[in-house]
């Protein structure tokens, strides 16, 4: 099947609001969030010019094509150094619901209180906590970040995080 033009922009209007909102609840910023759905189009369209098949679900196609995208925008901001900056101070927001410290010391304490304490540790621990909770970092990929053996960033979390919940449930 050749794909014309029209059929593009039919399918650009049937699923640019839904993909769009996807890539942005993923990477929570707007200008890469614009920059991941353009290019994704763009390899859309590259891809129609030259497909012989057709496409059943678009929606579905680009969604699946998104994910791809978002795996190589995470990684290569993986390869970025971690760096701590004022716009972290809501570290404590992209923590999961399920974890432990969140339960136990959230309500206890502001955001910028936490943020405070996390700031008296070494470099080190703090990026470790970013990268753990701000970036959703696997212990082998930090590992790999900070050419640490898992086991070492494993015991720096989890003692970082014991300290904290100590100095926060006095």
């Known amino acids: 099947m050749r794909y014309t033009p029209e059929d593009f922009e039919t399918i650009y209007r049937a699923t640019v609001t839904q993909v ?3 890539v942005f609840f993923k990477v929570q ?22 497909c012989t098949e057709k ?8 969604l699946q094509m998104a994910n791809h995208e978002l795996t190589n925008y995470y990684r290569d901001k993986l390869r970025r150094p971690v760096t ?6 809501n570290l404590m927001e992209s923590i999961p619901d399920d974890f432990e410290l969140e339960t136990e010391v959230l309500d206890k304490i502001t955001s910028e209180t ?14 470790l906590l970013v990268a753990r ?3 959703e970092k696997s212990f082998i990929e930090m590992s790999k970040i900070y050419d640490l ?4 960033i494993k015991s720096k979390v989890y003692k970082t995080l014991e300290d904290l919940k100590k100095r926060f449930n006095k």
């Open 55 to 62: 496409i059943d679900n678009p929606q579905a196609y680009l």
């Open 20 to 22: 769009s909102k996807h």
């Open 133 to 135: 909770f701000k970036y």
């Open 114 to 127: 936490l943020w405070s304490e996390i700031d008296k540790y070494p470099e080190l621990e703090k990026s």
């Open 84 to 89: 701590l900056i004022d716009d972290e101070l």
């Open 149 to 152: 053996p898992e086991t070492t």
């Open 29 to 50: 910023n707007l200008q890469d969030a614009q920059d991941l759905v353009q290019d994704l189009y763009y390899d859309l369209y590259k891809h129609m010019t030259t």
